[in-house]
């Protein structure tokens, strides 16, 4: 088993989770609200977490509900899943 | 391409040994109670979860309405008749058990979490006048507004209430571990369990739980027909992780499984459908919203007997001399006259009476009152909605005063799936329970999604905290017995093995396969033939396939280790379909080689069960549909101290 693991960003083929960088402080709260453990902790402390596994996503939200800042973290659901609305 | 270590120290050969009275596995909603049930009768309690408990499980994120809340103040139905009317409206496949339970305790599991901060009734009076509200107990009822029983609940709030009421009594939580296998003494008579294994998601770590007595906690089967290769996270209702590790487990180690021959095409989620709540529909969440049509035109909701309702109110009311009415609809695919409720005119009917697609829910034109607990209440406190649907449209201009939200399936539905497209929805299969919850094994007891015939958060919180004390109870006349370390060693080479190989195939070509096999052979149209067939390319998997299985991390051994489980269940599945030698309409079961529908001699539970551990053999059995036999009396033998406690 190797020490090293590889993240090939340029290949997502999802983004759901988009942090702000002026606004996490790295708490890692979210790396541990999530119930399918999509991130890892950055290896620099005090950075954003890192998305590892974006297509395991269930889009539950939970990582956003537990942010102790609300501009830290945004849930970006598939864009197939854009729904239509009108005005009356 | 960013080269990361690691995040997490690696302990791939290292065994951790840990003795319990009471183990409970899952740390989903019945886990959650199990635990706190256990805790507060004084024993020690360890709670294992694959994810992290304050917010694991289908119902982490949140809850918008509590079912079966009979004992309410406000109640005009009994728990006898409410449970009765959910079993007769499901033909009598359903748990007289665990449905019984729900509607006798789940309303002191509701007051439960509001001591331990979880909201459950409108303190800010936002809705006072309201005619779904309570004006003495600030309760607000969804449904039947004339005999609330369903209450509306600001579920976010929560799990996060019983993760810390876990952590205030004591109980040992071990997050990211997954459970792997029941360990067992097959040496007496009857088989017993001792404990259980699991292994840490994160580390790698091999764990041994030695314990007095255990609770299956965890998920019913995902994953069996339905996969998403470029979409995993969203495969399926519930969260990826969720897919019926013990279901696999308990299969295994001999434990009696009924009704899991019933699969439905699919309904919700999956990568077929938008979300669920976030499209313009009737029912659940959004009962009972106005629909339009294409051009605006308003449609009609009806009775149970065909006549048109012309009031928003109306639809929250039985019909004339009907006592009550199941949700709205009615509560089964195949709703029975007598708990039919209101609902819309069909779609075939409005497509030929000129209605023009798409529908629209109609937000804006509803009361305010009915608006507002739609949207600011339901919606915002459902499971997965409050971020990615109710912050998320607000955010980009949704207005639930002004727009009209498009209609995507069916009626409530979000999806339209193919008939070999199926899920375990509607009240599935599941394990076995006698009035203690306890499984055919002693030493084991099951709660939530793992018991037959499961569904809301309400019966997950009501059997997990039943669970919890029986299994303490016995638990306490117990003592702790020798593991078989054979066993054990056993288990920790099988999750080993997987570690050590540098090339294979992965857990998604894995799952994709288990689904394209069960679509083919185990879809909507069964037969001996086609399910021997799918039985046998599942085995091949499992013999040539399971062994080339590669993982790189302690991440993807969990999920290779959660396709082998899907696998299992997945012959489970195949298994009970093969012995079940008639077809029947509530359990969507058809057989083309036994097409009658329901013959009398068939209306029964077939069980199934490995005979052992050795060798493959399915033991078949039945039980009376009706086995559970007297509710209240039954209920009342086996729960005198608690009766007892609550009066006082």
Redesign the interface.
Known sequence: ??????????SR??N?IHFDQNFCTGCNRCV???????F??N?ERKKTP?V??P????????C???CPNPNAIR?N??LM?Q?????? | MRELEWAYPLRWDEVKEVSTDVLILGGGIAGCWAAIAAAKKGLKTILVEKGATIRSGAGGSGCDHWESAATNPCSRVTPEELTMAMIKDHNGYNNGISHYIECREGYDRLLDLERMGGKIRDTENEFVGAEFRDEKTQFLFSYDYENRFTLRVWGTTFKPALYKECKRLGVEIYDRVMATSLITDVNKQQTKVLGATGVNGRTGQFFVFKSKATILCMARPTRIWLFSLGLPGISEFRPLQCMGDGHAMAWKAGVEFTMMEKSLRGQWSGERSYPPYGTGNTHNTWYACSMVDADGKEIPWIDRDGNILKSVSQRYRPSPGQKFFLKGGGESEFPLYEYQGPDTLPIENLLQNGYKLPFYADLPSMPLHERNVIWNVMVAQEGKSRIPIFQRYKEAGFNPEKDLLQSYGEGWTSASFLPRERQLFGIPGGIVNDWNLKTNLEGLYAAGDQLFASDCNGHAAATGYYAGRHAADYAIQTSQSNLNDQQVEFERRRVKSLTNKSEGIGWKEFNLAITRIMQNYCGEIKSRELLNIGLKLLENLETIEVPKLYVRNPHELIRSLEVINILINAKLIINSCLVRKASSKHLHFIRSDYPEMDPIEWHKFITVKLENNKNNKVKVGALPIDYYSSLKENYEIYNEDYIKKRII
Request: overall charge negative; glycine content about 4%; aromatic content about 12%.
């Open positions: 088993m190797e020490k090293k693991i590889y993240v090939d960003q340029g083929i999802v759901p541990e609200a999530c119930q399918v453990d999509v890892i902790p290896p890192i590892l596994y297509t395991e996503c269930w889009y539950c939200g939970c956003v509900m537990e849930l659901p598939p899943n729904i239509y609305w009108k005005r009356k």
